[in-house]
């Protein structure tokens, strides 16, 4: 590992060689990445490689998600309606959600944690994926769409997805946003059930459909992955 000071910010990275013709850079978290290089590659080399993508490095760095420590998690947010987080050791794992007391019994059988992502995921993306359907029906009602069948996926690249099929997919953790980014993205993908493509049309459109849409897509941009919890 090394340390180096990209505009004032501290970040590390490592520099792994290998077979291969170009260097290539790779962000870890937000303040560190991973530099794959040819064997013979001076460090001279590496350093100038890494002051070239600076800008990308420091921009980019800013999106990567901190990945949180789901022992020390107290609340979870689920659009706009803010869960407390109680974690109880049984031996039987299960989850119960009571949106009467705004409360999420964790009942963990082993604290580290993948476990307890294992078995918060296995709750809550079959309730995303409710919720989704949910939200996307009465859309539907609403601007008259007809969509054919929805799927929920956990790629932190994209929040969502419109297939030629007129099938939806989204990123399961949309759930965790504020409701109004969350039918936003639903918005978006609905829209182009009618226009394909990123055209001034579809964004005119959508417009319609979302008054905030331009704040609403620059939040997406910045502040979402930030909401997702795992
Ligand atoms: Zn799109």
Redo the contacts with the bound molecule.
């Keep these: 590992m090394a340390t180096i000071y990209l505009n004032n910010k501290k970040f590390v990275y490592s520099v792994v060689k290998k077979p291969i013709y170009s260097l290539r850079l790779k962000l870890k978290n937000a303040n560190s990445f991973v530099i794959s290089c040819p064997r013979l590659t001076p460090s001279f080399v590496i350093n100038q490689f890494i002051k070239k993508n600076q800008d990308w490095i420091i921009s980019h760095s800013k999106k990567v998600p901190i990945k949180k420590n789901l022992k020390n998690l107290k609340k979870i947010s689920i659009l706009d309606q803010t869960f407390e987080l109680i974690y109880v050791h049984t031996q039987r794992d299960s989850i119960i959600v009571s949106t009467q007391e705004n409360k999420i019994y964790a009942n963990i059988s082993k604290n580290t944690n993948k476990h307890i992502r294992l078995i918060l995921e296995k709750k809550l993306r079959p309730l995303a994926l409710k919720l989704i359907r949910q939200e996307l029906d009465s859309l539907s009602l609403k601007y008259n769409f007809s969509f054919n069948n929805v799927n929920v996926r956990n790629q932190s690249s994209r929040f969502?997805?419109?297939s030629s099929r007129g099938n939806l997919n989204f990123n399961w953790q949309i759930i965790f946003f504020p409701v109004d980014k969350f039918r936003h993205i639903l918005l978006?993908?609905l829209?182009?059930l009618k226009i394909k493509n990123?055209s001034s049309v579809?964004w005119n459109q959508l417009a319609i459909y979302d008054p905030n849409c331009k704040s609403n897509n620059l939040w997406l941009k910045k502040e979402g992955t930030k909401y997702f919890l795992f």
């Design positions: 969502g997805s419109c978006h993908e829209n182009h990123h579809f």
